[in-house]
Nanobody, 118 residues
Framework: QVQLVESGGGLVQPGGSLRLSCAASGFTFSNLRMSWYRQAPGKERELVAAITRTGGHSNYVDSVKGRFTISRDNAKNTVYLEMNTLKADDTAVYYC???????????WGQGTQVTVSS
């Protein structure tokens, strides 16, 4: 059974930090490009960050560049999103996603809430 389980969300003050984790099971993790998306209330889901299968390359939406870092540990079947200098605009449900380029299948986690507020 394919599963992506996010953790690490919560309430944080502006300027604070959080580290999200996404644990994968049920498939060969290293075969998937991994991404973090987010969806704020009333807005469409947007791609926040993505990382290649080996972790050698990553990309970010402009609004988080220099503040967020995506990484992965293929030995632990886990992808991370380190979020620093958080702003109120970062408030959203954050979703982990994995994409298999060979099968063209995309997998989603259930999401974890991040709220940035004083």
């Amino acid at each position: 059974q394919v599963q992506l389980v996010e953790s690490g969300g919560g309430l944080v003050q502006p300027g604070g930090s959080l580290r999200l984790s996404c644990a994968a099971s049920g498939f060969t993790f290293s075969n998937l490009r991994m991404s973090w998306y987010r969806q704020a209330p009333g807005k469409e889901r947007e791609l926040v960050a993505a990382i290649t299968r080996t972790g050698g390359h990553s990309n970010y939406v402009d609004s988080v560049k220099g503040r967020f870092t995506i990484s992965r540990d293929n030995a632990k079947n886990t992808v991370y999103l380190e979020m620093n200098t958080l702003k109120a605009d970062d408030t959203a449900v954050y979703y982990c996603s994995g994409y298999n380029e060979i099968t063209n299948l995309r997998y989603w986690g259930q999401g974890t809430q991040v709220t940035v507020s004083s």
